[in-house]
Each structure stands twice: as C-alpha cells, then as structure tokens.
C-alpha cells in the first residue's frame, strides 16, 4: 500500500539557519502530495501541496517540489524563526475516490532564538 | 464557526465503557474524514463520508469502532467496549468535495484515554 517516510526527530535549529525535512514516498499511482503543520496547542494545517510532477509549492517561506523520479517531496526554508518550531507531517492522497490522506510519521521541530 | 470543531476536546473512560465522538464540519463540505493519530506517529485514516453514507470504511481497525453522518453534516464516531489500545488523538477534517485538489480542514481533535 501506499506508504510515506520522513525523517523523524526531533531537531532543533538556531534562528536563521536552514532548514531540509526529508520525505519520499511510495504509492501504487500518482499522488498529490503534501506538507501539514501542527503548531502547538493546534490543529493541523495544510503548509503547500503539489498535484503533479515538478510543481512547487510554497508558503511562509516555505518550498517543496514533486519529484517523481526519486519519489520525494523535502521541504525546505532557507531561514527559519522561532516561530517555525512545530510538528512538520508529509503526506499523500490518491486517487481513489476518497482521496484520504496517508502521513509520514512527522518531525519536531524547536527553533532557538 | 468558520472551522471544523470537535467535541469532546478532552474524554476519559474506563475500559469496556461505549463514547461518541462528535465532528462538526466546516458548513458546505461534503466530504467529512475521521483520522486517528497515536502519540508521536502521523494521523491514521479511519473513515470517509461523502454526503450521508460511508464510502470508504477501510480504516476502521474491527467492528467495536462505527461512524454515522445521518444528515450529511455532523458526524459520530462511535467506539464501543473500548480497550486501553483505543486511546488516541481522534481528529476530523472536512474538504469541499473529494480529491487532492481539494484541502482537507482538520479539527482540533478529541483526546481520549482509555484506563
């Protein structure tokens, strides 16, 4: 079945450094794929996604791209602040009709200041 | 509320005991899902509603555990002679319709804790 890994944590980060969450994926067809943040005390939020192969998405500084030939989706933030430090989850969906969400185990971030 | 809510936030039971979980999903969404998420692991997927019925129930770990959405809004999980394996972080999320296209909005979750 379809399956996501990502590093796990947890990591912690001085304000401003650069920040890679790696995440590769396996699954049966082509996957929309995602990047959901959890600050604390909150709900689960979508960060970006992209639908297709070599599409980016961004937000908040923030940047993943599709790449279908080595099955990953790593986020990505050049500098990142104290207020980034939450839990980071990958996660795909297929085309199946109910299109769930399948995540990766997710990774905790602290930034420092 | 312009979000997805749940209640209760927080629920504790005895082991053996029956609880519901309620989901309110962002108004107009067709599409309600139920995740179940353990402590430092990723949400799992329980079940999916489009509109009133259950179209995908591939999750649901055996028979103790049903959800209903009777009027195509709000829904109930239900979990019945409940084990101390049960106890999780149970979220719902809502989306406009199916697919990947589509943002699934999730709740702030019901805790339960089963002793």
């Known amino acids: 079945g379809d399956s996501v890994t990502q590093m796990e944590g947890p990591v912690t980060l001085s304000e401003e450094a650069f920040l890679t969450i790696n995440c590769t994926y396996t699954?049966?067809?082509?996957?929309?794929l995602f990047w959901y943040v959890q600050y604390p005390g909150e709900g689960l939020q979508l960060l970006l996604k992209?639908?297709?192969?070599?599409d980016k998405g961004s937000n908040k500084g923030f940047e993943a791209t599709y790449r279908k030939e080595t099955t990953s989706f790593h986020l990505e933030k050049g500098s990142v602040q104290v207020s980034d430090s939450a839990v980071y989850f990958c996660?795909?969906?297929?085309?199946?009709?109910?299109?769930?969400?399948?995540f990766g185990k997710g990774m905790k971030l602290t930034v420092n200041p | 509320g312009a979000g997805v809510s749940q209640t209760p936030s927080n629920k504790v039971t005895e082991k053996g005991k029956y609880v519901e979980l309620r989901c309110d999903p962002i108004?107009?969404?067709?599409?309600l899902y139920w995740y179940r998420q353990s402590l430092g692991q990723g949400p799992e997927f329980l079940i999916y509603?489009?509109?009133?019925?259950?179209?995908?129930d591939s999750g649901l770990p055996n028979d103790r555990f049903f959800a209903v959405r009777p009027e195509g809004s709000v829904s109930t999980l239900k979990i019945q002679r409940t084990e101390r394996g049960d106890s999780a972080m149970y979220l719902c999320?809502?989306?406009?319709?199916?697919?990947?296209?589509?943002?699934?909005?999730f709740g702030p979750g019901t805790r339960l804790t089963v002793l």
């Open positions: 999320a809502s989306s406009l319709s199916p697919g990947g296209y589509n943002e699934q909005f």
């Open positions: 699954a049966t067809g082509y996957p929309s």
């Open positions: 992209a639908t297709k192969a070599d």
């Open positions: 996660a795909l969906s297929e085309f199946s009709g109910s299109e769930k969400l399948v």
């Open positions: 108004s107009g969404h067709t599409a």
């Open positions: 509603f489009q509109g009133t019925g259950a179209a995908d």
